[in-house]
């Protein structure tokens, strides 16, 4: 799964957006499980956190495959963040600080359906929407350059860099879907009754500006991708095989993790197992 990690500088347009692997589904369903079982002894080890971002254009598949290789977890152990349009509260402070307050605890697996990742490509494409952070150095759109993007991206990399040097695990995916796909479920969307609360006029708009989209993730994938956070681009057109490969690539890179194991019990309690079965059996 090596071939989807971003290691060095990529150029989407370059990057396959559809990979079919047989037996997907059922793949994945035995993948799913033993991610659920490690994430079980993970709870019980309660050192790591792990922390999956998950992005993408819309109808990308991101709500369908949190829902699919998930679907094996003890929910006290998984909680999932889906970010929108900022709150006023949300407003009222830093851009990363719903992210912080979102994140995993240790021996939980947090999933962030649209990341702290918003705010350096949404924000890119429509500039306009930084002025309602309401930042000091920033009166209009013009004061929103090169160096203010400079900052921000140094800001994120210090923020997942303090992440993973504390504790938690942290993978990236950028669900990458053709424009052609995309169209294909937009459509599906309008033809499908039981789907078209899906759909929004909004959606045609931000299409138009696909091009806009597929720059800046490419330029925010290039900056961010680090060893402590790395980014993995996943062809999205197969959503069975995009499920698969998000799975196994976690659960091939958590089982390296050799010191995650449930832990000992108390040498007091471990000698006298016998005396507290005995007595509950004799109640």
Same mark, same amino acid.
């Given at each position: 799964?090596? !071939? *989807? $990690?971003?290691?060095?500088?990529?150029?989407?347009?370059?990057?396959?957006?559809?990979?079919?692997?047989?037996?997907? /589904?059922?793949?994945? $369903?035995?993948?799913?499980?033993?991610?659920?079982?490690?994430?079980?002894?993970?709870?019980?080890?309660?050192?790591?956190?792990?922390? &999956?971002?998950?992005?993408?254009?819309?109808?990308?598949?991101?709500?369908?495959?949190?829902?699919?290789?998930?679907?094996?977890?003890?929910?006290?152990?998984?909680?999932?963040?889906?970010? /929108?349009?900022?709150?006023?509260?949300?407003?009222?402070?830093?851009?990363?600080?719903?992210?912080?307050?979102?994140?995993? =605890?240790?021996? /939980?697996?947090?999933?962030?359906?649209? #990341?702290?990742? +918003?705010?350096?490509?949404?924000?890119? &494409?429509?500039?306009? *929407?930084?002025?309602? !952070?309401?930042?000091?150095?920033?009166?209009?759109?013009?004061?929103?350059? =090169?160096? @203010?993007?400079?900052?921000? @991206?140094?800001?994120?990399?210090?923020?997942?860099?303090?992440?993973?040097?504390?504790? #938690? %695990?942290?993978?990236k995916f950028f669900l990458n879907l053709s424009k052609? !796909?995309?169209?294909?479920?937009?459509?599906?969307? %309008?033809?499908?009754? +039981? $789907?078209?609360?899906?759909?929004?006029?909004?959606?045609?708009?931000?299409? $138009?500006?696909?091009?806009?989209?597929?720059?800046? *993730?490419?330029?925010a994938i290039n900056r961010t991708s680090r060893p402590?956070?790395?980014?993995?681009?996943?062809?999205?057109?197969?959503?069975? #095989?995009?499920?698969?490969?998000?799975?196994?690539? %976690? @659960?091939?890179?958590?089982?390296?993790?050799?010191?995650? /194991?449930?832990? +000992?019990?108390?040498?007091?309690?471990?000698?006298?197992?016998?005396? *507290?079965?005995?007595? %509950?059996?004799? =109640?």
């Amino acid at each position: 799964m090596d !071939e *989807y $990690k971003v290691r060095s500088k990529i150029t989407l347009k370059h990057l396959k957006t559809k990979v079919v692997i047989d037996n997907a /589904k059922q793949q994945l $369903k035995v993948i799913r499980k033993q991610l659920g079982d490690l994430q079980n002894t993970m709870y019980a080890h309660n050192k790591y956190a792990v922390l &999956v971002c998950l992005q993408g254009m819309d109808t990308a598949g991101k709500d369908s495959l949190v829902r699919e290789v998930f679907k094996d977890f003890n929910v006290r152990g998984v909680n999932v963040h889906s970010f /929108k349009v900022p709150t006023e509260l949300e407003l009222s402070h830093d851009y990363l600080w719903r992210h912080y307050i979102a994140l995993p =605890e240790r021996g /939980k697996f947090g999933i962030f359906n649209r #990341t702290h990742y +918003e705010n350096v490509l949404v924000t890119r &494409v429509h500039p306009e *929407y930084i002025l309602d !952070e309401n930042i000091p150095s920033v009166n209009s759109v013009d004061d929103i350059n =090169e160096v @203010f993007w400079d900052k921000r @991206f140094e800001q994120i990399n210090n923020f997942e860099r303090h992440l993973a040097e504390n504790g #938690t %695990l942290i993978f990236k995916f950028f669900l990458n879907l053709s424009k052609s !796909e995309q169209k294909n479920r937009l459509l599906r969307r %309008l033809n499908k009754q +039981e $789907k078209n609360w899906k759909f929004s006029p909004g959606d045609l708009k931000e299409r $138009k500006l696909w091009d806009n989209y597929q720059t800046c *993730y490419e330029d925010a994938i290039n900056r961010t991708s680090r060893p402590y956070a790395p980014w993995y681009t996943i062809p999205a057109d197969d959503k069975p #095989t995009a499920r698969y490969l998000v799975a196994k690539i %976690l @659960f091939d890179t958590l089982i390296q993790y050799t010191d995650i /194991k449930e832990p +000992e019990l108390d040498d007091n309690i471990k000698a006298n197992i016998a005396l *507290y079965k005995e007595h %509950l059996q004799n =109640e």
